[in-house]
């Protein structure tokens, strides 16, 4: 069984403004990083518009239609913004999130790995928010959930900051387990303990500046694999964000790439036991180019060695 490696050029077509951190050349720096690895090569195609109003409100569709502009760049808040090419790369970002579980449950490949932008976690169901517009992995969580059948999946959040976004599109749904580790105080400010979702099932993990790799593996082994264990999910998504990484300039976390490559190879390890190894990674943030390639490379190494050894 194989990885797939899911993208678009369209995705380099949403160009924020000189010196904004969400840049063009961070998916650039991660395809280079990933450019020699033996992976399944799969254009993201466009989502519809039904799959997005799996968790957006169409005011929303609406709202970033109208505000899309023609020539130059629009500010949505203090650091979203859209050119010309925005809203087709967001609509690649969800269509590649979606089309990698399609591929996942067909058993077409083990896991894939959806290197698209904008990100998507911060994006809530009105509101485009902290460089994201559509909550890609959200949308394709409850895609697997609603058309493909599933009973349970959970998403693990290991981006520095917290996944707002997912946890607002998620909220009431009982089926999805969300756990966001991220570091606190830190933008965007949500994510406290007490905020667990209308059923309990949101787990938040905030954790202090400077936390490092060996901590960060204490948590995932004594909190976040236990959690996902007990909730028996079908399938695994990651929320795959390498901004807790020591360089990164939006945050002052501590993990080293290598950190990123054991996360993903104990995530998948447990994704083996209880799901059948069925993994689907999105891109989230990372803003230090060269940690953010080195970092997506440990992560995808650990996906395709998990697709090498997996039995189903
Ligand atoms: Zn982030």
Redesign the pocket.
């Known amino acids: 069984m194989t990885t797939a490696l899911i993208t678009h050029d369209d995705c380099h077509g949403h160009v924020t403004p000189d010196g904004h951190p969400e840049q063009v050349a961070r998916l650039h720096e991660v395809l280079r990083a990933l450019e020699n690895k033996d992976l399944l090569r799969r254009e993201a195609p466009m989502a519809d518009d039904a799959t997005i109003l799996l968790c957006h409100p169409l005011a929303h569709l609406e709202a970033l239609n109208a505000a899309a502009p023609e020539t130059g760049s629009v500010q949505l808040d203090a650091d979203t913004h859209m050119s010309p090419g925005s809203l087709k790369a967001a609509y690649r970002a969800v269509g590649g999130a979606v089309q990698a579980v399609d591929m996942v449950l067909a058993g077409e490949v083990q896991n894939a790995f959806v290197a698209t932008r904008p990100?998507g976690?911060?994006a809530e169901k009105q509101s485009p928010m902290?460089?994201c517009l559509f909550g890609n992995v959200a949308i394709a969580a409850k895609h697997a959930l609603e058309r493909h059948g599933l009973s349970r999946v959970a998403i693990v959040d290991f981006?520095?900051?917290h996944g707002n976004g997912t946890q607002d599109l998620l909220w009431d749904e009982a089926r999805a387990l969300f756990i966001s580790s991220?570091e606190m105080p830190l933008?965007p400010g949500t994510g406290a303990q007490h905020e667990v979702g209308a059923h309990g099932q949101i787990t938040n993990i905030p954790l202090s500046t400077g936390t490092d790799g060996g901590l960060y593996r204490k948590i995932l082994t004594g909190r976040i694999l236990p959690l996902i264990e007990t909730f028996e999910p079908e399938m695994l998504f990651i929320s795959a964000?390498f901004?807790?990484h020591k360089d990164d300039p939006?945050?002052s976390l501590a993990l080293e790439t290598e950190d990123f490559g054991w996360i993903t190879d104990q995530l998948c390890a447990l994704a083996g036991r209880i799901c059948g190894g069925r993994v689907v990674s999105c891109l989230?943030?990372?803003?230090n180019l060269p940690a953010l390639g080195a970092s997506a490379a440990a992560h995808v190494d650990a996906l395709i060695a998990a697709g090498g050894s997996s039995l189903r």
Do not use: I, N, Q, R
Request: proline share 5%; charged share 15%.
């Open positions: 990100p976690h911060h902290g460089f981006d520095v900051h991220h933008y964000g901004d807790a939006l945050a989230e943030g990372g803003y």
